[in-house]
């Protein structure tokens, strides 16, 4: 099955864009979507009918700010680190089987499948991390995007709708990064349980040929003997 491996598909990807492109084709699961849709609603309630002061939605968002970036820049470099450790680890061998299966949902080789769920992680992170750290820089009090927008006309109604938006999508997000880590844990626990079938798997064959190499030399000393 190895012989059937494309080596010009192992490196296809050329950037982060290409890996982005590809990562599309993994889904979120349903449970996912229902906990991100159920804070978003709650979150879009609050803004748009309950709290009716601006400031404390504003002040809401910049601190979201600051706890998401400082949570992703730090979660993101014990990602990193773990993912290293297991890509080094793993078995070359394991690598090329998996490269040559091809999984049925997206389409894709299975080890690029099991690639690609870290990298959706990874590209997730450092999105909301560039987010986070633009409303940080240029959202402040008297900050550059505000500014921009009070050169518009009705700049009090478009800043109300940015802000009520933006205080759903980060409060979301927040929860998005934690549902992520989550399913890294779980991709880092399916890759070690792969890691231990995949030598489970050449034990026993080597104890077959061993068994069949045994079996060959038995009935030569039969043989022989008649």
């Known amino acids: 099955m190895i012989n059937k491996i494309d080596a010009k598909e192992i490196t296809k990807e050329k950037n982060l864009w290409d890996v982005y492109l590809l990562c599309k084709r993994i889904t979120i699961s349903t449970f996912h979507i229902c906990i991100l849709l159920t804070a978003s609603i709650f979150l879009l309630t609050n803004s748009f009918f309950i709290e009716k002061d601006m400031s404390h939605l504003v002040s809401d968002i910049r601190n ?130 792969n890691n231990i079938r995949w030598e489970l798997y050449i034990k026993r064959k080597e104890q077959r040929l061993s068994s069949n190499k045994e079996t060959i030399n038995k009935n030569i000393d039969v043989t022989k003997m008649h």
């Open 64 to 193: 979201w700010a600051l706890i998401g970036f400082n949570f992703a820049v730090t979660t993101l470099c014990f990602l990193i680190a773990g993912f290293t450790i297991f890509a080094t680890l793993s078995k070359p061998e394991m690598f090329l089987q998996m490269m040559s299966i091809q999984h049925k949902k997206t389409q894709m080789p299975t080890l690029k499948y099991n690639f690609m769920a870290f990298m959706k992680v990874f590209i997730s992170f450092i999105t909301f991390t560039f987010i986070y750290l633009i409303i940080i820089l240029f959202c402040q009090k008297d900050g550059i995007i505000g500014n921009i927008i009070d050169l518009f006309p009705y700049s009090k109604s478009i800043k109300e709708l940015i802000i009520k938006f933006g205080y759903c999508v980060i409060g979301t997000s927040l929860i998005y990064l934690v549902l992520v880590v989550k399913t890294f844990i779980f991709n880092i626990y399916a890759i070690i349980m």
